[in-house]
T-cell receptor
Framework: DSGVTQTPKHLITATGQRVTLRCSPR?????VYWYQQSLDQGLQFLIQ???????AKGNILERFSAQQFPDLHSELNLSSLELGDSALYFC???????????????????FGSGTRLTVV | SQELEQSPQSLIVQEGKNLTINCTSS?????LYWYKQKYGEGLIFLMM?????EEKSHEKITAKLDEKKQQSSLHITASQPSHAGIYLC????????????FGTGTSLTVIP
């Protein structure tokens, strides 16, 4: 267990629907990052929050939104889902502001196990 | 213990030298990804391997997947300072359900 909890682990939904993915960061971490991994595109940075505020934005579609709550958990909302939105969605956390990159497992930047979203 | 172990953890090489980074899984690999992060930047997707024995190359970087050994290697030929950064493997490891894991990372420094 990495300490970063993502729920649900699997999600199957129909096109046009809306889903919410949840991430609880590792205890003490203030930054939460969201990534999308599709089969052919690798890991794509979506958005970062630090202590409740949006810190950095990547390739996040307008149909997607996220927020970080006072207890530091974060939710990624995906709406008007399309078949192409099927992917693994990862959350990661780090103690500080950091940057949107990965600094290695031993450097305080921890990934969750992901939510596998299938849109049918 | 880690599902994906990378070795070495860090590597310092002279410019022009060849090097290899390994990623070993404790479980069967179903799809393996290699990423690179330049210091201060985001993750860069390098390549993905799916089939045992598959080998892919991009410029001076070659990756192979040995399914039997549950291992992948990333080989850089004639290293350059631009190759410096952290290399990360990621893999889809099926246990009771599909789960994706990242490796422990390898920090590469190339000395001009």
């Amino acid at each position: 267990d990495s300490g970063v909890t993502q729920t649900p682990k699997h999600l199957i939904t129909a096109t046009g629907q809306r889903v919410t993915l949840r991430c609880s960061p590792r205890s003490g971490d203030l930054s939460v990052y969201w990534y999308q991994q599709s089969l052919d595109q690798g890991l794509q940075f979506l958005i970062q929050y630090y202590n409740g505020e949006e810190r950095a934005k990547g390739n996040i579609l307008e149909r997607f939104s996220a927020q970080q709550f006072p207890d530091l958990h974060s939710e990624l909302n995906l709406s008007s889902l399309e078949l192409g939105d099927s992917a693994l969605y990862f959350c990661a956390s780090s103690e500080g502001v950091g940057d949107r990159g990965f600094k290695g497992f031993n450097y305080g930047y921890t990934f969750g196990s992901g939510t596998r979203l299938t849109v049918v | 213990s880690q599902e994906l172990e990378q070795s070495p953890q860090s590597l310092i090489v002279q410019e022009g030298k060849n090097l290899t980074i390994n990623c070993t899984s404790s479980k069967t690999l179903y799809g393996l990804y290699w990423y690179k992060q330049k210091y201060g930047e985001g993750l860069i997707f390098l390549m993905m391997l799916q089939k045992g024995g598959e080998e892919k190359s991009h410029e001076k970087i070659t990756a192979k997947l040995d399914e039997k050994k549950q291992q992948s290697s990333l080989h850089i030929t004639a290293s350059q300072p631009s190759h410096a950064g952290i290399y990360l493997c990621g893999a889809d490891i099926r246990k009771t359900g599909n789960q994706f894991y990242f490796g422990t990372g390898t920090s590469l420094t190339v000395i001009p």
